[in-house]
């Protein structure tokens, strides 16, 4: 009798150092603490969320392949072939949503490309929750990643989209690698026009929790948050 085909789970992780009482719910750590095999970003920071959730089996006996920037095609298939026996398999980010922003889109492509079933889970996504509590435009909306880290060129493309913001009235979104945070602001401050709409959405669902919508002109004149080496996600609208 061949055996049922596994389900490729992708399992949301933390945003930062929080109970996961907070973040994910009771079914879904189940099941992310029932399964053996994960494909991850990191396998470090992996490790660090199953010790943290709990699993079933020793955490040494937990196989999880890392998903590094070399990884082949041919790779990633090896690593699902254990679905094609009947077991699950678990797909984990750095942080957040596995697949958003993240290179388990490839996992998921190959996973749908060979016929298995892929079960996404709830979980904290920063781009949705940083959006729901900006109070900007939540029905057109852009994520664009990382701006470039050069300042002039970094300048340049805050512009451009302020400019299709004003154009289609749409939400624009980033995040920035956390050290560079505080000049990420600096050049929207300088960027930017003062009309403009700016979110910043500090450490979502931690205790560190900061969230604040103000216009530019207004973000010159408040005290300066505190941003530095914190996962910070920056959201903005033409006004």
């Known amino acids: 009798m ?43 920071t992996a490790r660090a969320f199953l010790k943290l959730i709990g699993t079933r089996h020793a955490l040494q006996d937990v196989t999880i392949h890392t998903l590094g920037r070399k990884v ?25 949503c596995p697949a958003v922003a993240d290179p388990g889109s490839l996992v998921v ?6 016929g298995f079933e892929v079960v996404p889970h709830v979980g904290p996504s920063s781009i949705l929750l940083g959006l729901m509590a900006s109070g900007l435009d939540g029905q057109r909306f852009a994520f664009h990643g990382y701006a470039p880290v050069e300042p002039a060129a970094r ?9 299709v913001s004003r154009k289609q009235q749409q ?36 205790p560190d929790q900061w969230i604040k919508t103000r216009r530019i002109a207004d973000w010159k004149s408040a005290p300066r948050p505190t941003l530095t080496k914190l996962p910070t996600l920056f959201l903005f609208m033409a006004g």
Not at 7 to 24: D, F, K, N
Not at 109 to 114: D, E, G, P, S, V
Request: aromatic letters at 6%; a negative charge; proline letters at 7%.
């Open 171 to 206: 939400t624009q979104i980033l995040i920035e690698t956390p050290y560079r945070n505080d000049a990420m602001f600096d050049t929207m401050l300088q960027a930017l026009h003062g009309d403009t709409y700016l979110c910043i959405a500090r450490s979502l669902t931690t």
């Open 2 to 44: 061949t055996a049922q085909p596994g389900r490729l789970h992708l399992i949301p992780t933390s945003l930062g150092p929080a109970e996961p009482a907070h973040w994910l719910p009771p079914a879904v750590q189940n099941v992310a603490a029932s399964l053996d095999v994960y494909i991850a970003e990191n396998a470090k």
């Open 155 to 163: 300048a340049r493309q805050l512009k451009s989209w302020e400019a």
């Open 109 to 114: 492509r190959a996973a749908h490309q060979a």
């Open 72 to 96: 082949s095609a041919g790779q990633i298939r090896d690593w699902l072939q254990p679905l094609s026996e009947g077991r699950d398999i678990g797909l984990v980010s750095e942080a957040g």
